[in-house]
Structures are given as C-alpha cells and as structure tokens.
C-alpha cells in the first residue's frame, strides 16, 4: 500500500515571503497522480495543484509550484508571495494510476498547518 | 470542475443512533468517494462508491457499520450506523471525472453524544 508522509506538523512564515512544505511517499508503482490540497477552517477541500508522474516538468499554479523528485519519492510544495488567505492545512495527496476498487482513491498525508504572520 | 453539496452539514447524535449523509453533484461523474476525518486528523477512505452495486470498502471499514448507496452517476448516501463517541469525525463526499480533479463536498460535522 501506498503511504504519503508530511513531515512538517506546522510552519510559519511572513507575509509576502516563500515557504516550502515538504511531502514524500512510498510506493512501487511507475506511474501515479500527486496532488496538494488545502483546507481552511471552513473544512473546504480545495485543490492547489496535481502532478503527474510521467511529466517531468514541474507543475506550476500562480504562486504554487512543486518541486517533484521521482526518484527521491519527494513532492514538495513551494508558495511565493505568502498571503494571509494562505493559511490553512495543506495536504498532499497520492493516486494511483492503475484503477480499481480504493487505488482510485486518493491517500493523503497527515497534513501542515500553515501560520501566515502578518 | 463538479460542485458538491452534501447535507447535513452538522448533526449532533444519540449513541446507538444511525446518520444518513447526502452527496449531490451538479454533473454526472465516474467516481464518488466518501472519507472521514476525524478531529485533527488527515482524510482517510472509507469507501468507493459504485453506482448501481456495492461499494467497494477499505480495510478497517465495512458494510454494515457504514452503508453506501448510489443509484446514479450524481448522488450517493453514507450511513453511519449504530453511533458511538468514536464516530465522531467530519465527512467527506468526494466526486471525480476521468482526467478530471477530484472535487470535495463541504462535510459533515459529527458529534456522537
């Protein structure tokens, strides 16, 4: 089975600087979705920005960009220009590629809660 | 991408009592999931939603304390049966098209008294 770790319980960061949230994962498949969500307290789940592992190029949305490691199994989360709307747990997520029954799925990650201090 | 509502979006429950959730989605859609997160804690799946047969469940979850039903491509329920404080948790509907993102209904509160 799958497993996704986020190592970072919390972090902080000052308005309008950079953090990056760190999520790595385990699994023997060659070809996989990866996914960061965030919740806010309004429990919304919405989505940051997906991988696919058979892209090399790094995904990018706005101020959200990732930086993927195949090798290393590592999907880290980069946000530029942190705003206070940022706040919120962020998620990583895994999906397999190959369908059936739970590997549709997705298998998250113990989440970050992310501080934006003004 | 779809939009979810799901319904109720809180409910407080007697131990031994049963909670219907409902998940509507606007546009038909291959997939729906439903998770639950209990307080402080990630999303874990508790089953895949088929339509028209039994839902498929992950281990640690079964049938019987979690029924699921989806007769058509935009709506499923989720039973949490027989209640106890441990059931106490959000949950989650969750909707998804081929090629698609995976699009999440607002949750259900639950608190188990």
């Known amino acids: 089975a799958q497993t996704v770790t986020q190592s970072q319980p919390e972090m902080s960061v000052q308005e309008a600087e950079t953090v990056t949230l760190s999520c790595t994962y385990d699994?023997?498949?060659?070809?996989?979705?990866l996914f960061w969500y965030k919740q806010p307290p309004s429990r919304q789940m919405i989505l940051v920005i997906r991988?696919?592992?058979?892209?090399?190029q790094n995904a990018t949305e706005n101020r959200f960009s990732v930086n993927f490691q195949k090798a290393a199994k590592s999907f880290s989360l980069k946000i530029s220009d942190s705003q206070l709307g940022d706040a919120a747990m962020y998620f990583c997520?895994?999906?397999?590629?190959?369908?059936?029954?739970?590997?549709?799925?997705?298998?998250f990650g113990k989440g970050t809660h992310l501080i934006i201090q003004p | 991408s779809a939009v979810i509502s799901q319904k109720p979006s809180r409910d407080i429950c007697q131990r031994g009592t049963s909670l219907t959730i409902q998940c509507q989605v606007d546009?038909?859609?291959?997939?729906m999931f439903w998770y639950r997160q209990q307080p402080g804690q990630s999303l874990t799946l508790i089953a895949t939603?088929?339509?028209?047969?039994?839902?498929?469940?992950e281990s640690g979850f079964v049938i019987d304390k979690f029924p699921i039903s989806r007769p058509n491509l935009t709506f499923s329920t989720l039973t949490v049966s027989n209640m106890s404080p441990e059931d106490s948790s959000i949950y989650l509907c969750?909707?998804?098209?081929?090629?698609?993102?995976?699009?999440f209904g607002s949750g259900t509160r639950l608190t188990v008294v």
């Open positions: 969750s909707a998804a098209r081929v090629n698609y993102g995976y699009t």
């Open positions: 699994t023997s498949e060659s070809d996989y979705y």
């Open positions: 991988q696919e592992a058979y892209k090399q």
């Open positions: 997520a895994y999906r397999s590629a190959y369908g059936g029954g739970g590997a549709d799925g997705l298998t």
């Open positions: 546009s038909q859609v291959t997939m």
């Open positions: 939603a088929n339509q028209g047969s039994e839902a498929t469940y």
